[in-house]
């Protein structure tokens, strides 16, 4: 008998397949100085090269890396990689993805990665999903008493602890956004609809209110193997960190793009600035607000406060980041 | 086809059923007081009365409380409630936790919450476990633009935002958290283990580091009615709002018992204060690190480093707080 | 014989007769808004009234008050009151003004406050100096035993902890500076010179980098009565707090003007919002940096980094708060 | 005529011959460790050598060095050095120590400074007194656009930004205050009076609370050549900075002291770890309260509050920290 009420057994369950952000590559036409800002300034660690790439982990990020810097001649992105819940879900995942006509690819794996697949989101984006990863293990100097910290906090720069969220330019919002919902299981989290037209959209399969976001591109650039990255993003903790980032950014000559502020879609602090290589890089200074409600309804702002959901308070949005941008500012 | 190679088909997977901490009771002998501290210096709203009983929100929880003070002649705990991640989770949570034994009372629930499936722990704590619940509605003029923020920010003290965790005193760590893994779905995050004896354990349905801890208490004080809370905890996203509660406190007189400080286990910036019904109140000053990791193996503190497991900086420990204390400091 | 050396007895000492910014009096349309502004959101304590003016203070603010709101049909800048180091600095200051020239009027002081001469700046600006003060004396209930502070931390809004400075707008920078400079000892710390002409000067007496400021205007407004305020600021100590004050200013529907950012000059960390009379209140979050060099070479910001001069980082300059604006935003 | 009442031509007038704190020499065991300390954790740069000491400055420390390390056998203190307002002040206040019956003596000055009066205070510390001062000039590739930073802010560590106060230990307190009051033109500003003796006191030349703090001594090092420093303070500006360096010395092994905490007196947030040498030194997270009161009178501290004077907030005091101690923690 157990529950003396009926259950309405159409309810359809959340999908826990997904279970993170694993790693995110990007393109750089200027490998060094990209190195540089993640190394110096953000105090990242290499942790591998392999070919025209170099892997690099921030000091609280568990794996072997959660970056790919990949030589290209122009900035922008490559593999979006996700980690499953189990090695179960990874294959209900590709075997959804078939059976929704989605072509699936295997292969090899990355260093410090196991079997990926890889897939191709409506907007060209290629995602790859894997199960197996390989751990960082420091070195004995570098080990910190603190257990849930890999390695000790670095001295270089001002250090950010892990990879938080990517945000993919688009030129169909709502189109990604389905397929991610379909075939990933992502949650909706909240969106932008102005016009009629869902400018963007924050989707995540954990209390994050995002691990991916879609922004509504007219450049035509993010059809191309070279765009379509809005910024990929790294995690503080704590606002005061954005404020010593802006400070060394200024100080050494980097360009920010808008920040620091707070976003109204997400809550979170957040600084934008751009690394050498050409990227829009945005850090994170805490974490917003999470959302545990198992039936959240997406929050959608429209005309009426659409200022308000990407800037709350702080600087206010410049031309080339609004929606509907006509260039990505690189 | 699909995954070109054998998964593991007897890898365990993780269960999603329980969704997140809905609201804790506690009792206490001076309700007046106990409402001053939680309303003009947390800035929570009183959302409805019921007998003894006094509804509490933060102005980030969503639903229609999250905190319900009863008058008792004793501060402690009463029920601490979870809400499942869909009707069926319900049902499924309900039937294992009798077929494991467990004996199952539903109610009709409290204000703003639907039918409850009541169930006592091992240490004599009674959980709950819901589905429906209310969602808060502000009125108009306290309506935020912030679509993500059910209300505006109180003009009131020091605002917490939403409601963290709950730390029980239980005579059994191991029993008490092996319990709530087995009949729940938590997962075990990070546990403390001197002297071959498990003395805490911090677990979570999310990548909170815990939605629940057990702390191992020999005052015989844990297993009756007016005991077993070791503290309640509250969430702010920002450790500065920890000095401004901290001088707040001292100002008006409240006992602070430890911090502002950083927690080993956790991460979290914490701060550790009496309310003037005597039970202790913890205030969580950003989220610490999150766990994304599907495959998390727990992190033991032994007697090696198990003086940073509580205090990584900040205030050493008073006595009364320490693992296996004499008695609990009210 | 003493010093083994010669000492130049030809270097210019630095006077030290001035000794802080006292209290300003502003202009409102609004005194209920206003008062509604300066208690509710940013916790500042009434302590007096008189004719159509309403006294304020701050938390931390010793003396009887250190805002004063009179009510007028539009907003802008009454007196700026000064106290001087000692009564015999009074004499010596207000003797130097009449030797310079200068009309200088005594009345016998607002509530609170003893004797002052009144004098008019080049720009027309009342500014007054006075030695005497009652101090605030908190009633038993509001005492603190943190002995620095005269009055409980307030549990209302974002409480400010005391006036900072004062920023006058003027037709021409450059002699107003000097009028300071010449009779009351003020050094210049910075300024801002671009087509050989001086749009910006901030000058102190004590180690802050400015009291007063000085701000080109070609709106031929800061002439008249309602006009030449270009702000004034009151001090938080940490920056969090800007944080805090732009959410809830945000959320309670006030006009941030520009912020939280960083300035160049004085590398303190800002917000200005528009109160609701009209006039723009600045705050700081923390004290920028501090001036001991007792032979400090004012730094001088010209074409070259002028935009870093009020923006280290953080949101750009809109067009009204920029330099010669042609109207002065209420 | 000027002020048309009697002025008190009796009022004793503030003296402001002694500007700032310039430099502070400390002694250690392990000039290496130390230097790694000052340099890698707390981002100080070295600017010189002489013999058996270092000199180093923080980044927006203007003059040569604010910190000379010296080899000696055991941590300790050297010489504490003020800058004088003029160098006409330089020529009186030497005047008055010597018609007050102290020893003064000439030497050439340390590198970076020019010629020094040095004299001895009742305790035995050495003072020293000067005007000239070598100022600080970056390499080009060091020079920040922040016109009031000296130098870039560096990559390392968690920079700490100036020097800020030193801490005596001695065996009489109000001796001391007297012989800096009288000498100097010090003003006591906050002090600790229990059982009729003065147990601290906290003066100060400027807005600051102190520059130096004298405090009880029992132990009887303090006379003694490799005694006498109770801590030396370098400033932050930002709270959350004492976080982060709280953080970084755990993960390195160094020992804190107490802190992070708010202090009563000076109402600063603060840190306190030794350096490897042995010498106590204590981070200051902001910058407390300033006193612009040109009358204040000193806060005194009595049986009632003490336990509030030195801990506002955060950790207890140790038992080596406690005033009176019967040793000093090394």
Redesign the interface.
Known sequence: M????P???T?V??N?DV???ASVEIFSPKVDETLWFFT??LGMSESGRDGDSVYLRAY?D?YHHSLKVTYRNEPGIGRTTW?????????RR??AL?ANGVA?S?RDGDLGQG?A?DFVSPSGHTHSMLWEVDYYEAPESER??????PQ??P???VPV??LDHVNHLVDDVTANREFLQDNLGFRLR?NIVVQQREAAAWMSV????HEIANLADRTGRSAGGNGGLHHLAFWY?????L?DA???????GLT?DI????H????A?FLYVFEPGGNRVELFG??G??I???AWKP???TEK?VD??LI?????L?REFTLFSDRVAV
Do not use: C
């Not at 157990?2 to 009420?5: A, G």
């Not at 980690?83 to 294959?91: D, N, Y």
């Open positions: 157990s529950v003396p009420f259950i309405d057994e309810y369950e959340p826990f279970a993170q952000l110096e300034l609280e568990y980690r499953t819940s189990s090695p179960q879900a990874l294959g590709s075997s078939e699936v295997w079997p697949a910190s008493r603190l257990l849930s910290r000790k906090r001295l270089k720069g602890r892990r909240e954990s209390p994050l209110v903790g704590f606002p005061q960190h404020l802006a400070d060394m950014f200024t100080d050494y920010i920040g620091p502020g707070k109204g879609a997400t809550q602090q805490d974490v607000y999470l545990f409600d198992p929050l959608t702002w406060d308000k959901s709350w308070y702080g600087s206010p410049n």
